[in-house]
């Protein structure tokens, strides 16, 4: 009888082995399609998978995300709360994600926000719960909420590119020198795709903004709050002294000297300003960008890597003579994201 029960457990062991083998191959396969942007094939596929394998955490995991990119998002929450519930003591950061983010598309804030604090509760170390915190909050009637989340966001991943465009959207309007380390960052992370563009574009507008040539004369027009700033007593993230040497560096920008110079050159000359007032300012200030951004573009010109910076920020720009520098420079390249790349950010 013995002999025969032994007999039974491996016969049923071998066969869920196999199960879960067919049914984490089928899941690989669905991963590809939802790649491809097939999410209707990968959710096929992950449903084969849990025919054979009803609880594959892999394949609700994976299924739960293509029905909520896909528009899915009451499927996607039943989803989730199936693989919360069989797989309690699980990896499952990925899947609040999901789900927070399928309660966020169905405009229920409050219950989108408690799913991401049940996540970041269990999984506190996990960067993309505090983003799509941060995107929920933005999206809702308190927006500033959500800077505090990015940061969070930033401190646990510094290559996330999505978080420095999120800081650099919203920070355009009040603080322009974060916003401007935050879109310089992300093009080094992120230098040739759609979001490029777009953020060169922004980047270059708030380095000149507030200053236009009309006729023979050059106006700068300064924000109030940024003078008031810098005679006043310091707050956190107060970078009002560097936003205005900026401001009077651009000015020189329609001097003479300066006319023939190309838009990249033209980009150093006002980012070497930015980067020895930062140098020059930094004692006595505080705060998340002072502490954790600063110093990374304050060592990127003591090291002279300007130059490499600003052909990378340009390189979506379409302008023939970057794309010659780039191809001519590759060493120059590979030095600046060698140094990048092992550079020490602030845990």
């Given at each position: 009888?013995?002999?025969?029960?032994?007999?039974?457990?491996f016969f049923?062991s071998?066969?869920y082995?196999?199960?879960?083998?067919?049914?984490?191959k089928?899941?690989?396969?669905?991963?590809?399609?939802?790649?491809?942007?097939?999410?209707?094939?990968?959710?096929?596929?992950?449903?084969?998978?849990?025919e054979?394998?009803?609880d594959?955490?892999?394949?609700?995991?994976?299924?739960?995300?293509?029905?909520?990119t896909?528009?899915?998002y009451d499927?996607s929450?039943?989803?989730?709360?199936?693989?919360?519930?069989?797989?309690p003591?699980?990896?499952?950061?990925t899947?609040?994600?999901?789900y927070a983010n399928?309660?966020?598309?169905?405009?229920?804030?409050?219950?989108?926000?408690k799913?991401?604090?049940?996540g970041i509760?269990?999984?506190?170390?996990?960067?993309?719960?505090?983003?799509?915190k941060?995107?929920?909050?933005?999206?809702?009637?308190?927006?500033?909420?959500?800077?505090?989340?990015f940061?969070k966001?930033?401190?646990?991943?510094?290559?996330?590119?999505g978080s420095?465009?999120?800081i650099?959207f919203?920070?355009?309007?009040?603080?322009?020198i974060?916003?401007?380390?935050?879109?310089?960052?992300?093009?080094?992370?992120?230098?040739?795709?759609?979001?490029?563009?777009?953020?060169?574009?922004?980047l270059?507008?708030?380095?000149?903004?507030?200053?236009?040539?009309s006729?023979?004369?050059?106006t700068?027009?300064?924000?109030?709050?940024?003078?008031?700033?810098?005679?006043g007593?310091?707050?956190e993230?107060?970078f009002?002294?560097?936003?205005?040497?900026?401001?009077?560096?651009?000015?020189?920008?329609?001097?003479?000297k300066?006319?023939n110079?190309?838009d990249?050159?033209?980009?150093?000359?006002?980012?070497?300003?930015i980067?020895?007032?930062?140098?020059?300012?930094?004692?006595?200030?505080s705060?998340f960008?002072?502490e954790?951004?600063?110093?990374?573009?304050?060592?990127?010109?003591?090291?002279?890597?300007?130059?490499?910076f600003?052909?990378?920020?340009?390189a979506?720009?379409?302008?023939?003579?970057?794309s010659?520098?780039?191809?001519k420079?590759q060493?120059?390249?590979e030095?600046?994201?060698?140094w990048s790349?092992?550079?020490?950010?602030?845990k």
């Amino acid at each position: 009888m013995r002999v025969k029960t032994l007999l039974l457990f491996f016969f049923f062991s071998a066969a869920y082995a196999q199960n879960k083998t067919e049914a984490d191959k089928l899941v690989d396969e669905g991963v590809v399609l939802h790649d491809k942007g097939d999410y209707a094939g990968a959710i096929n596929n992950y449903n084969k998978a849990l025919e054979i394998d009803k609880d594959n955490l892999l394949a609700l995991i994976e299924k739960a995300m293509s029905l909520n990119t896909s528009g899915n998002y009451d499927e996607s929450i039943k989803v989730a709360k199936q693989a919360i519930s069989s797989h309690p003591k699980e990896d499952l950061s990925t899947l609040y994600v999901s789900y927070a983010n399928s309660l966020d598309h169905l405009h229920k804030l409050d219950e989108a926000l408690k799913i991401y604090d049940e996540g970041i509760q269990k999984f506190p170390d996990y960067y993309q719960l505090y983003f799509n915190k941060g995107i929920c909050y933005a999206n809702s009637t308190t927006p500033n909420e959500a800077i505090a989340y990015f940061q969070k966001a930033l401190l646990l991943n510094p290559n996330h590119p999505g978080s420095l465009n999120a800081i650099g959207f919203m920070e355009s309007g009040s603080n322009r020198i974060p916003a401007i380390l935050a879109f310089s960052r992300f093009l080094i992370l992120e230098p040739q795709t759609a979001r490029a563009k777009k953020n060169l574009e922004s980047l270059q507008n708030l380095l000149m903004q507030g200053v236009k040539k009309s006729g023979e004369g050059i106006t700068i027009n300064i924000n109030s709050d940024v003078i008031a700033d810098s005679k006043g007593k310091k707050k956190e993230n107060d970078f009002s002294q560097a936003d205005l040497i900026l401001s009077m560096a651009a000015g020189l920008e329609f001097d003479e000297k300066n006319v023939n110079k190309t838009d990249v050159e033209k980009f150093i000359g006002k980012f070497e300003t930015i980067c020895a007032s930062l140098d020059e300012t930094k004692k006595g200030n505080s705060g998340f960008y002072w502490e954790n951004l600063t110093p990374y573009f304050i060592e990127m010109k003591k090291k002279k890597l300007l130059e490499p910076f600003a052909y990378i920020a340009f390189a979506n720009s379409g302008n023939e003579e970057v794309s010659k520098w780039l191809k001519k420079n590759q060493q120059e390249l590979e030095k600046f994201y060698t140094w990048s790349t092992d550079y020490n950010w602030k845990k």
